[in-house]
């Protein structure tokens, strides 16, 4: 098992930027990579961004130029950057763990942040 707790959501200006974190515990080892989802009420869950193990990263087109995800090894953490933030960012945003050589996903609960004036 692998758990995953997000940090760093909170309400910002539109052009501004905020860092979400992700800590994972658990069984490291069976994870291949990390990412993020959000989810605006109401809608689907859009995938945002994902890093693997081997270091490559892919974005959705939405936030592809304006948002980076990296890790940090030694800390078991994943950071999303966000910057120059619009109001259709708005979301809960969900941190995500690929179990490798399965279709498993483990979750986080979820970090809400809000762009708004």
């Known amino acids: 098992q692998v758990q995953l707790v997000e940090s760093g959501g909170g309400l910002v200006q539109p052009g501004g930027s905020l860092r979400l974190s992700c800590a994972a515990s658990?069984?490291?080892?069976?994870?291949?990579?990390m990412g993020w989802y959000r989810q605006v009420p109401g809608k689907q869950r859009e995938w945002v961004a994902v890093l693997t193990e081997s270091g490559s990263t892919n974005y959705a087109d939405s936030v592809k130029g304006r948002f980076t995800i990296s890790r940090e090894n030694a800390k078991n953490t994943v950071y999303l950057q966000m910057d120059s933030l619009k109001p259709e960012d708005t979301a809960v945003y969900y941190c995500y763990a690929h179990k490798r050589f399965s279709s498993v996903n483990y979750w986080g609960k979820g970090t809400l942040v809000t762009v708004s004036p």
């Open positions: 658990g069984s490291i080892g069976a994870i291949n990579a």
